[in-house]
């Protein structure tokens, strides 16, 4: 079976811009989270959905920051306008059920650089 | 609210030696227990899982870990450490009565295995 496939791997651009990363989840899996990673914070949970739907968006940083899940086999996360402090990893992972012993399978994350 | 400290942020260690990766835990409820692995360039891999029951634990890779409630303590170990264990190592809790099966992770320990 296929992983959990986060597009593009990496993502160099200018300050200001827009930026989208793209996640899509293990067929089947009904919840699809958004995580950050940095040195100084460590992995940091943005968003997660549940069927499409946003449950809990309290990590999304600044408004700058957006996640859509359109259906089942498709998530974005967008920044706009892009900062340097984005800069980070970003990764998306997906579950079977928002049963708390499950597991997360991550994708291989979005390495974003922004100048 | 849960929180997780990895106690070494870095353990170096020679190739065949045992290793020990520290977890300590803070939850006012029962909670599931995680461990998992990033590799270079990777998303996160599950290791192993305390759910309940036995509170020694075995997963992948040779990997074991042991619950200690009393101690709040999920300590990662390995007899005979490989060069290819070379990789972070996440310790995870998520609260049982946790709908969506939010994780929270500690800031990670990287693990360099020497030959």
């Known amino acids: 079976d296929a992983g959990v496939i986060q597009s593009p791997r990496h993502e160099v651009t200018e300050m200001g811009q827009e930026v989208t990363l793209r996640c899509k989840p293990i067929s089947g899996h009904d919840y699809l989270f958004w995580y950050r990673q940095t040195m100084m914070r460590g992995l940091e949970l943005l968003i997660y959905f549940n069927n499409n739907v946003p449950i809990d968006d309290s990590g999304m940083p600044e408004d700058r920051f957006s996640a859509k899940m359109p259906n089942a086999s498709f998530s974005t996360l967008k920044i706009q306008p892009s900062e340097p402090r984005d800069s980070a990893v970003y990764f998306c992972a997906s579950s079977q059920t928002g049963i708390s012993n499950q597991p997360q399978h991550f994708g291989d994350g979005t390495r974003l650089s922004i100048l | 609210a849960q929180s997780v400290t990895q106690l070494d942020s870095q353990v170096p260690v020679f190739e065949e030696a045992p290793v020990e990766l520290r977890c300590n835990y803070s939850?006012?409820?029962?909670?599931?227990l995680f461990w998992y692995v990033q590799y270079p360039n990777q998303g996160l891999q599950l290791l192993l899982k305390y759910l309940s029951g036995s509170t020694l634990v075995k997963g992948i890779n040779g990997f074991e870990a042991e619950f200690n409630k009393s101690q709040t303590s999920f300590h990662l170990r390995k007899p005979s450490v490989h060069i290819s264990d070379t990789a972070e190592y996440f310790c995870a809790v998520s609260d049982l009565n946790n709908q969506g099966g939010k994780l929270i992770f500690g800031q990670g320990t990287e693990l360099s295995v020497k030959p």
């Open positions: 939850s006012s409820v029962s909670v599931y």
